[in-house]
């Protein structure tokens, strides 16, 4: 008798201490496993119930998801047995993996509630916007992932150009989302690599300008008079302590607890990469934290009063704050930039660029600044490194 259950898989640990939960058939003693998307660490899985701990975060829901896929594959078993009962176990997999997420839509459902589960709440809201695109262009028409070939990758490219009047970036962030997941689909076995309909599709994303302001241009924002305690005094403040204390990413900026902070130094986990950063910052960053400290801090306190957040344990509310928080801030440093002689276009993010070109200029290592900025690769850095090189090409034509 064949049998299907959930299968925590410990022992195909990756490098970041996660394991895949699969599903597993069992048919005359041989196993063959279906991935579920799914995986956590190996202290977040409850052995004795076989299912993803209470103490990780929205386990209720990916446990209802696990059971209803037992669910569904335990459908599909009997059906496929009521027919032949003689099948192997290989067999029964492909008959189970052939019925499923066959459609393209239902299947990056599947993937977005992945992302969803993970936490990467950007990726998932980008994801919802290009199926969404992509949905219009196919009017709704759900095909087979198979259907969705080279020719209308093609025809979709051109549809993001002449309907939504798309930039190169913007196609090949569209193009990435779905390639992933046509890819997932490809390595769980459901389609030969060959089949893969952007082997040959090929887009860069337009070659974009880092802004940045330079050392004096940054003292100007720094001097400016702004009345205390008002969104623009903050949003200021949060702007150029991100340029001092290494580019911090404003996500991260905005969750610093006085906890995070100690002895000049601010120890932290990035929320994009999650990697943990332990670094020094200097002076004026600490000058800023200093205005917002008070005798009756607390180490979860936030350190900066710009979030809006009242469950600080719910990543989605959280995620939610952030965005909004971002928005603001942004509106406010294009008010705030009008206040000055600079004549630029500034975001939050500028203040990342604006610590990378200063510290690079100033004599910082390259492989110091990637540290700080917790970049996983130095190749991201040295992009900046090419900005300084380019400004200096640049400066040289006073003698032309």
Same mark, same amino acid.
């Given at each position: 008798?064949?049998?299907?259950?959930?299968?925590?898989?410990?022992?195909?640990?990756?490098?970041?201490?996660?394991?895949?939960?699969?599903?597993?058939?069992?048919?005359?003693?041989?196993?063959?496993?279906?991935?579920?998307?799914?995986?956590?660490?190996?202290?977040?899985?409850?052995?004795?119930?076989?299912?993803?701990?209470?103490?990780?975060?929205?386990?209720?829901?990916?446990?209802?998801?696990?059971?209803?896929?037992?669910?569904?594959?335990?459908?599909?078993?009997?059906?496929?047995?009521?027919?032949?009962?003689?099948?192997?176990?290989?067999?029964?997999?492909?008959?189970?993996?052939?019925?499923?997420?066959?459609?393209?839509?239902?299947?990056?459902?599947?993937?977005?509630?992945?992302?969803?589960?993970?936490?990467?709440?950007?990726?998932?809201?980008?994801?919802?916007?290009?199926?969404?695109?992509?949905?219009?262009?196919?009017?709704?028409?759900?095909?087979?992932?198979?259907?969705?070939?080279?020719?209308?990758?093609?025809?979709?490219?051109?549809?993001?150009?002449?309907?939504?009047?798309?930039?190169?970036?913007?196609?090949?962030?569209?193009?990435?989302?779905?390639?992933? *997941?046509?890819? !997932?689909? $490809?390595?769980?076995? /459901?389609?030969?690599?060959?089949? =893969?309909?952007?082997? @040959?599709?090929? #887009?860069?994303?337009?070659?974009?300008?880092?802004?940045?302001?330079?050392?004096?241009?940054?003292?100007?924002?720094?001097?400016?008079?702004?009345?205390?305690?008002?969104?623009?005094?903050?949003?200021?403040?949060?702007?150029?302590?991100?340029?001092?204390?290494?580019?911090?990413?404003?996500?991260?900026?905005?969750?610093?607890?006085?906890?995070?902070?100690?002895?000049?130094?601010?120890?932290?986990?990035?929320?994009?990469?999650?990697?943990?950063?332990?670094?020094? *910052?200097?002076? !004026?960053? $600490?000058?800023?934290? /200093?205005?917002?400290?008070?005798? =009756?801090?607390?180490? @979860?306190?936030? #350190?900066?009063?710009?979030?809006?957040?009242?469950?600080?344990?719910?990543?989605?509310?959280?995620?939610?704050?952030?965005?909004?928080?971002?928005?603001?801030?942004?509106?406010?440093?294009?008010?705030?930039?009008?206040?000055?002689?600079?004549?630029?276009?500034?975001?939050?993010?500028?203040?990342?660029?604006?610590?990378?070109?200063?510290?690079?200029?100033?004599?910082?290592?390259?492989?110091?600044?990637?540290?700080?900025?917790?970049?996983?690769?130095?190749?991201?850095?040295?992009?900046?490194?090419?900005?300084?090189?380019?400004?200096?090409?640049?400066?040289?034509?006073?003698? @032309?």
């Amino acid at each position: 008798m064949t049998k299907i259950s959930i299968l925590f898989r410990k022992d195909k640990l990756n490098q970041q201490g996660k394991a895949p939960i699969n599903l597993k058939i069992t048919n005359r003693g041989k196993r063959k496993y279906i991935a579920t998307g799914y995986s956590v660490k190996l202290n977040e899985w409850d052995f004795d119930k076989n299912q993803v701990k209470s103490s990780y975060k929205n386990s209720a829901r990916m446990n209802n998801t696990l059971r209803s896929l037992l669910v569904e594959y335990e459908a599909k078993l009997l059906e496929i047995e009521s027919k032949d009962n003689y099948n192997s176990v290989s067999t029964i997999k492909n008959k189970m993996v052939s019925n499923k997420a066959m459609k393209l839509f239902p299947y990056a459902e599947d993937y977005k509630l992945t992302l969803k589960l993970q936490g990467k709440y950007g990726t998932y809201k980008r994801g919802v916007s290009v199926i969404n695109k992509l949905k219009e262009f196919l009017k709704d028409d759900d095909i087979l992932i198979e259907e969705f070939n080279q020719d209308m990758v093609k025809k979709y490219d051109l549809y993001l150009r002449e309907t939504y009047k798309n930039t190169n970036t913007t196609i090949h962030a569209n193009m990435k989302f779905l390639k992933t *997941i046509i890819l !997932k689909y $490809i390595k769980e076995g /459901n389609m030969s690599y060959d089949k =893969n309909p952007f082997i @040959n599709y090929i #887009i860069k994303p337009d070659q974009s300008t880092r802004a940045y302001l330079t050392s004096e241009e940054l003292l100007e924002i720094e001097n400016l008079k702004l009345e205390e305690n008002t969104n623009f005094y903050h949003h200021r403040n949060i702007y150029v302590f991100s340029a001092y204390a290494g580019g911090l990413r404003i996500s991260d900026v905005l969750q610093l607890t006085w906890g995070n902070f100690q002895d000049e130094k601010l120890s932290l986990k990035i929320q994009k990469t999650k990697k943990s950063i332990n670094i020094r *910052i200097p002076q !004026k960053a $600490i000058d800023i934290i /200093n205005i917002y400290a008070n005798e =009756n801090t607390k180490p @979860n306190d936030l #350190i900066f009063p710009l979030l809006k957040c009242k469950n600080m344990g719910d990543s989605i509310e959280v995620f939610n704050a952030i965005s909004s928080a971002t928005a603001y801030t942004n509106s406010d440093l294009k008010e705030i930039i009008k206040l000055t002689k600079i004549k630029k276009s500034i975001s939050f993010h500028t203040a990342r660029h604006t610590f990378a070109t200063t510290a690079l200029q100033k004599g910082m290592r390259i492989e110091y600044v990637s540290k700080y900025m917790g970049h996983s690769d130095i190749k991201e850095t040295q992009i900046y490194a090419k900005i300084i090189n380019q400004e200096l090409d640049k400066a040289i034509e006073i003698f @032309n």
